[in-house]
């Protein structure tokens, strides 16, 4: 029962590649990827659905439907011709909706999380590399921040502002960076005690070319990493608050608020429950998949 | 260690100060006037008498007066009080007197007209019901699993643990226990399975809270809400087993134990499976956390007259104080639930001296 350290069977395969060690980070992670089977799938059906939400206006178009138009003498209807996925409770077509509600849920959940992503990633650097002062009022800051639930703080939020769309995006993004942040703070604190560094700084570099030229690229696979799973738990927290009534609100359409009124939907019609909850699904999975698959290719010796 | 839960409790204080001025000041930026709240928009009322009720409330003060005023109470206040010269007692110039949160006095409820203390204290029985029940089951799942994940490293098993526990944190809890509700008490007509707390139509609990009915008579309404909460905790204890599991059975002493010739079964369980539970008594905070947010929706879902209910239902109706309280209660919480992970971590790990 040998354990060793090396459990990624993808690392050992490259190793005495020749062309392998010629290639820099980001050209190893890549090329440990494309063998990545499974990250590829999943990177593929995020793709799709992508490709789905951009296209929707037209494709909806050519097809004949419409995600606004209610028709009260269709309400419930079953799969047909004309509806291929059926009607909602206002008669309106449940196939365009779930594509019009990926519009809204995937841009809410890439908005936010790159709005997260750049708060967590600069006041990370911040922090870390100046220490001292600041550093003990950003941790008491995010210790604060952090010690309420999230979806508390998030509700008690948008209770109180009743945002619209674009507010939403700016609510989740500026909530949801703690994480982000205490990651790059850590590591910005090992890598500022390395050599180059030292020798950077020798050099005459100022602070800021420090922390964003020479710290802020060896950031970037952590950043990536946590970028995926973020997106993921992002569209996690807009369909329970759109679900609940306080996220993006009808006629707009998200996976979430289509969910709404279940209880009424489900003994007339299994696929509006059953649609909408499943595409959370399926894209959060894929995007917690990608963010192992890239885990592993950027830093081939964690074991999980 | 005295010594450090000391200083842990004291570093707790600027946190928890924190926190009330994070959201007291979220509630002084939110848009709305409270006396028109109060008064339902009366159109009758004229602008004097307004000022009057604004003076009444002590929302003329500056912000930091009210939240002085929130936080400690307005009766230590020589400027709120007259004291009347017959009685010698003290007279309130404002409508009520306060005694601050820090001594339990939330304020009444906007809605309910009740104390919020009262509110919370009833509901938050419900909340740790099902948080001991889902914090049990997401342990007593996720550990074996993590473990065996471990033992049978890249085998079958720990690859279908790690597939479930990715499927499971992917999987919206909401849209989970709305399939469960809908398919196990509606489609099959479960009375238990369609939420709730107890069975508010048997005739012999039916003017008794909840609460008071012999768990025996209601577990089966733990069943459903327990199953939704604790996946995203057996999804995290049972992949951060294994990663703890994995670093331990490379140690020196596993070598030893095993070279002095002991079964497998002996090294994993009694020499590796214990020093790999340590870390995980770091996971109590977090843990915390993920139920009381987690509660929130699954409470709502199966109307579990919970705390997190309570805050959903303050929230649909704007009632500020149960919200304040319900912010404030949860970042307690969550701030012991951080220390005594801590603690814990120190008594199970004797080599952690503080």
Known sequence: MATTANT????????????????????????RLSKDYITIAALSVIGLLVLMAVTAP????IIGIDPFTENLQKTYAAPDGENWLGTDNKGRDHLARLMYGAQISLSVAFTAAFLALSIGLTLGIITGYYGGVVDDFMIWFITTLGSIPGLFLLLMVSSLFRPGPLAFILILGLLGWIGTMR???????ALKEREYIIAARAMGASDARIMFSHIMPNLLSIVIVSLAIQIGGLILTESALSYLGFGINPPIATWGNMLSGSQDFWRRSRLLVVGPGLLIAVTVLCLYVIGDGLRDAFDPTATD | ??????????????????????????????????????TFGDPNMTPQQREALADIYGLNDPWFVQYLVWLTGNDWMPWKYEINSETGEREFTEINKRFGIIRGDFGTSIQKRIEVIELITTRLPATIELGLSTFLVAILIGIPVGIGAAVWHGKFFDSSSRILAVVGQAIPNFWLGLL??????VSLDVQWARGGRCNLRDPRYRRVPCGQVPITERIQYLVLPTIVLSLGGIAGYSRFMRTSMLDTINSDYIRTARSKGLQDRTVWMRHAARNALIPIATFLGPAIVGILSGAVV????????????????AVTQRDYPIIMASVIISAVLTVIAYIISDVLYAVFDPRIRF
């Open chain 1, 8 to 31: 990624n069977n993808v690392a050992v395969l490259n190793v005495g590649d020749e062309d392998f060690r010629r290639l820099n980070h980001m050209q190893r992670a890549l090329r």
């Open chain 1, 58 to 61: 037209v494709t909806t178009q």
């Open chain 1, 183 to 189: 990651l790059v703070r850590g590591e910005t604190l």
């Open chain 2, 1 to 38: 260690m005295t010594r450090h839960i000391i200083r842990r409790l004291v570093q707790a204080i600027p946190t928890l100060l924190g926190v009330t001025i994070i959201s007291y000041l979220l509630l002084i930026a939110a848009p709305g006037d409270p006396i028109r709240q109060m």
């Open chain 2, 180 to 185: 469960l509700i809908l398919f196990i008490g």
């Open chain 2, 298 to 313: 699954t409470e709502q879902i199966f109307s579990w007259p919970g705390l997190g209910l309570l805050f959903i239902e």
